[in-house]
């Protein structure tokens, strides 16, 4: 996938949120655990479910939470590219959305 296929899907995803989405914000997976059991519901869609990855994973198009997390603080961020590096996900995102796989 090149750099303009990655800006094209950042996009298409951008204008999903934005159109309202709903996505499962909660629960935020509290432990390793709850971590765990959603990368494998994440890993039983099939890998060209976009949407279902985008809900499942909880996305929005803004920081969230009283600590207005985003994407560009997560451990899974690639500043340089805009793309989630979560094996799972694997997306191209912008830097102030989030996910409920989001860590530090």
């Known amino acids: 996938m090149s750099i303009h296929d990655d800006d094209q899907l950042r996009e298409r995803i951008g204008r999903m949120l934005a159109q309202g989405l709903k996505t499962q914000t909660e629960p935020f997976p509290e432990t390793e655990r709850e971590f765990s059991q959603l990368l494998d519901e994440l890993n039983r869609l099939p890998a060209d479910d976009l949407e279902g990855k985008l809900v499942l994973s909880g996305f929005t198009d803004t920081p969230y ?29 912008g830097p102030d959305w989030w996910c409920r796989l989001w860590r530090i």
Request: proline residues 7%; negative net charge.
């Open 65 to 93: 939470g009283e600590d207005r997390m985003r994407c560009q603080e997560c451990m899974y961020y690639l500043v340089h590219r805009k793309w989630c590096d979560l094996p799972e996900l694997a997306v191209p995102v």
